[in-house]
């Protein structure tokens, strides 16, 4: 095997667009593994336990370490590496400018309201600080930031009069501008808070479909309305949306909320009508509220799109271990709750992204579980949009038909809208063809599955 490892002073790409190259490069003939992320301990710990000689490094540098199987297939990678990286900064407007170097330099540069903090957890608190302590409203994409930063930042965000979106926050969008994982979806009159990104996609998704566009879609962060935190941001949130004219209703989506907190938020005295959408047993899956804002809009709820299964040899009767193999841990809660038994696995759960790229962008893990599953039901999510895998099943589809031809039944819930880059259709159309049963309601997924696993 080959090795090519390199520190580059001072080069800074976000952590997305440096696991899309990682990726690209992996995709590559004979590159058996790549990484190319910011030289922080973590990353630069990751690529010895590969094995590469890293020599020392900065967390303000980037580096790179690919191994390939020939001197050919290595020169192969590295053209492909500079390929990716100047395309990348072109897209980014960053070729041939001296980027600014501090986030409070940054929106002094070009008047901004808001800044998206995409940088490995134990750096993210000093960015959005200075974010926050510049004026501006921030939404933190990074994942593992301690809970007691995030009181910090929040308590001071209210103080200045702004909003702290995140950490891990996935989803938003503002004023039309889709943030991180974003669906393009149609404008309209409903406004989302969300301690929840694929249960907010998953809700404006079904709104689409159903003809019905949003005016903001705001995150909080997964831990927004647990105890520790107690809903700061949500609560700020929702009175933003309050206070907007463009939205007629408000949707608030959360994973299962500490009650003391969901109470806390309910009992707000807004003007503008909510329906809640917080998960938790006895209450309603995303698609009854999604459903119920229709009512409430004097909208009719339609039939939403699914995809039997196709039929096959030899098919069995009802019967088997359910799993689940998800991308988004909102979309995993539910369905375990809808489904009511099985083992679920949430493969966006920050133990399973620390030096690897998100679910929705390498579906590497759930392939390989999907692969070591013999006999049973699998249930899994497909999340599109903006920001996730360019093409999903072109990786997902063979590891399905493979699983089906081994006896699997396979269950897929695809959630994304017609706008989407991916297409919403062709996708579910691929998925079904491998042989899996398609649905575009992830808790009408979670009760298919259940079915067949003789539940």
């Known amino acids: 095997m080959n090795d090519l490892v390199e520190v580059r002073p001072g080069v800074y790409r976000d952590s997305v667009t440096l696991m899309r190259v990682s990726r690209a490069l992996t995709e590559r003939p004979g590159v058996a593994v790549a990484v190319v992320a910011m030289a ?4 630069l710990g990751l690529a010895r336990d590969l094995g590469f000689a890293v020599p020392p490094a900065t967390p303000g540098d980037l580096l790179v370490a690919v191994r390939a199987g020939s001197p050919a297939q290595m020169e192969d990678a590295a053209a492909e590496l500079e390929r990716q990286l100047a395309a990348r900064a072109q897209a980014s407007g960053t070729r ?3 980027p600014p170097r ?14 998206l903090v995409s940088v490995p957890g134990e750096h993210a608190f000093a960015e959005a600080l200075d974010a ?8 933190i994409f990074s994942d593992n930031v301690p809970v007691e930063q995030e009181i910090l930042l929040k308590d001071l965000a ?4 702004v909003l702290v979106m995140g950490p891990d926050c996935g989803t938003a969008v503002v004023g039309g501008a889709g943030l991180g994982f974003a669906n393009v979806l149609r404008p309209g009159p409903v406004g989302v808070v969300a301690a929840s990104g694929t249960g907010a996609q998953q809700v404006t998704s079904l709104l689409d479909l159903a003809g019905v566009g949003v005016s903001h879609v705001l995150g909080v962060g997964g831990r927004d309305l647990s105890a520790a935190v107690g809903g700061r941001s949500a609560v700020q949130a929702l009175r933003a949306l309050d206070d907007d004219p463009a939205t007629e209703l408000i949707v608030l989506v959360s994973k299962p909320p500490a009650p003391e907190v969901a109470r806390a938020v309910r009992d707000l005295d807004l003007a503008t009508p909510v329906v809640a959408a917080l998960l938790g047993p006895g209450q309603d899956d995303l698609t009854t509220a999604a459903e119920k804002v229709l009512r409430a809009l004097g909208r009719d709820v339609p039939e939403w799109p699914s995809w039997p299964a196709p039929a096959r040899d030899g098919a ?6 359910l799993r689940g193999l998800y991308a988004g841990g909102t979309l995993c809660a539910e369905a375990a709750l809808v489904a009511g038994a099985g083992g679920f696995t949430d493969f966006g759960d920050d133990s399973y992204t620390r030096g690897r790229a998100h679910p929705m962008i390498d579906p590497a893990l759930r392939l390989e579980a999907l692969r070591g599953v013999a006999c049973g039901v699998v249930l899994m999510d497909v999340v599109l949009g903006h920001g996730a895998d360019p093409d999903p099943s072109s990786s997902l589809a063979p590891a399905i038909r493979d699983a089906v031809a081994r006896g699997v039944d396979v269950v897929v819930a695809v959630v994304g809208t017609d706008g989407d ?4 259709r062709a996708q579910a159309a691929r998925l079904n063809d491998a042989g899996a049963a398609v649905f575009t309601s992830n808790a009408a997924a979670a009760r298919h599955a259940r079915h067949l696993a003789g539940g």
Request: hydrophobic fraction near 45%; avoid cysteine; charged fraction near 20%.
């Open 132 to 139: 926050v302590e510049a004026g501006l409203s921030v939404m």
């Open 316 to 321: 069995a009767e009802p019967g088997g271990a």
């Open 421 to 424: 880059p991916q297409g919403l």
């Open 158 to 161: 209210r103080a200045r009069g």
């Open 40 to 43: 922080t301990e973590l990353n």
């Open 96 to 98: 041939g400018e001296a």
């Open 102 to 115: 501090t986030t409070r330099a940054a929106a002094r540069a070009f008047d901004a309201s808001l800044a």
